[in-house]
C-alpha cells in the first residue's frame, strides 16, 4: 500500500460536518418535489417522501433534509437539530400568500430556531401567473426580518432549476457554524471531565 493512497483513505474517513435542516411550507408548496429534483450530482442517499430525511452529501458537508407537514406541532421534535430552515412557497397560489406569512412568522417566532439560517424557496417559478421574487417576498414581509441570516430563490421542481444556488448558499452560510462529529465529541468530552 503506497502512503498517497493510505493518505486519501484516511481523508476520506475523516467524519464531514453535518447539517440539518427543516424543510416546511404549506400544503402543496413543492417540498417533496423539490426533493425530488435535486441534481444527480448531488448524491442523495434517501428517496424523499413526506415526514422523511432526505441526506445529501455537498463538496464541504453532509446536510439533511427534514421535510416535515404544514403544522408547528409536526416539526417541534426536530427544532433542536436545525441548523437552517429551507421555506418552501407555491409562487403561483391564487392568492395574497396570507396562509404561508403566517406560518413563516409563527416559525421565526420559535425560540428555538433563532439562530437557524432561513432560506426561502419561491417554487414554481415555471408557472403561468407566478408571482415575481419581489412580490412574494414583500407578501411573505420578508424584509422584515432583523438579527437572522436569510436569502429568497426562485425555483421549479418541475424544470429542475433553483436548487444547485440554494445548497450553495446553505453550504456557505453553515460554514463554520456545524461541527463535525468528532469534533462535537471532543467538545463534549473537555466539558464533562471535570
Same mark, same amino acid.
Given at each position: 500500500? &503506497?502512503?498517497?493512497?493510505?493518505?486519501?483513505?484516511?481523508?476520506?474517513?475523516?467524519?464531514?460536518?453535518?447539517?440539518?435542516?427543516?424543510?416546511?411550507?404549506?400544503?402543496?408548496?413543492?417540498?417533496?418535489?423539490?426533493?425530488?429534483?435535486?441534481?444527480?450530482?448531488?448524491?442523495?442517499?434517501?428517496?424523499?417522501?413526506?415526514?422523511?430525511?432526505?441526506?445529501?452529501?455537498?463538496?464541504?458537508?453532509?446536510?439533511?433534509?427534514?421535510?416535515?407537514?404544514? &403544522?408547528?406541532?409536526?416539526?417541534?421534535?426536530?427544532?433542536?437539530?436545525?441548523?437552517?430552515?429551507?421555506?418552501?412557497?407555491?409562487?403561483?397560489?391564487?392568492?395574497?400568500?396570507?396562509?404561508?406569512?403566517?406560518?413563516?412568522?409563527?416559525?421565526?417566532?420559535?425560540?428555538?430556531?433563532?439562530? &437557524? @439560517?432561513?432560506?426561502?424557496?419561491?417554487?414554481?417559478?415555471?408557472?403561468?401567473?407566478?408571482?415575481?421574487?419581489?412580490?412574494?417576498?414583500?407578501?411573505?414581509?420578508? @424584509?422584515?426580518?432583523?438579527?437572522?441570516?436569510?436569502?429568497?430563490?426562485?425555483?421549479?421542481?418541475?424544470?429542475?432549476?433553483?436548487?444547485?444556488?440554494?445548497?450553495?448558499?446553505? @453550504?456557505?452560510?453553515?460554514?463554520?457554524?456545524?461541527?463535525?462529529?468528532?469534533?462535537?465529541?471532543?467538545?463534549?468530552? &473537555?466539558?464533562?471531565?471535570?
Amino acid at each position: 500500500m &503506497s502512503m498517497a493512497w493510505a493518505m486519501c483513505c484516511l481523508a476520506r474517513a475523516e467524519p464531514r460536518p453535518e447539517a440539518h435542516v427543516l424543510l416546511i411550507g404549506p400544503a402543496a408548496s413543492g417540498k417533496t418535489a423539490l426533493c425530488r429534483a435535486l441534481p444527480d450530482d448531488m448524491a442523495p442517499r434517501a428517496e424523499a417522501k413526506r415526514g422523511a430525511a432526505s441526506h445529501l452529501e455537498l463538496r464541504d458537508m453532509d446536510i439533511t433534509f427534514w421535510e416535515v407537514g404544514a &403544522s408547528l406541532t409536526e416539526i417541534r421534535g426536530h427544532y433542536k437539530k436545525a441548523h437552517a430552515i429551507a421555506f418552501v412557497v407555491d409562487s403561483a397560489a391564487h392568492g395574497d400568500l396570507a396562509e404561508a406569512r403566517d406560518m413563516l412568522w409563527d416559525l421565526l417566532a420559535e425560540a428555538e430556531l433563532q439562530d &437557524s @439560517q432561513l432560506l426561502v424557496l419561491a417554487n414554481k417559478q415555471d408557472a403561468p401567473g407566478a408571482k415575481t421574487l419581489e412580490e412574494v417576498g414583500r407578501r411573505l414581509r420578508l @424584509q422584515r426580518i432583523r438579527g437572522r441570516r436569510w436569502v429568497l430563490h426562485a425555483a421549479s421542481a418541475k424544470q429542475g432549476f433553483g436548487m444547485h444556488e440554494s445548497l450553495d448558499w446553505l @453550504q456557505d452560510e453553515l460554514r463554520g457554524t456545524v461541527a463535525r462529529p468528532s469534533d462535537r465529541h471532543r467538545f463534549a468530552a &473537555s466539558r464533562g471531565g471535570g
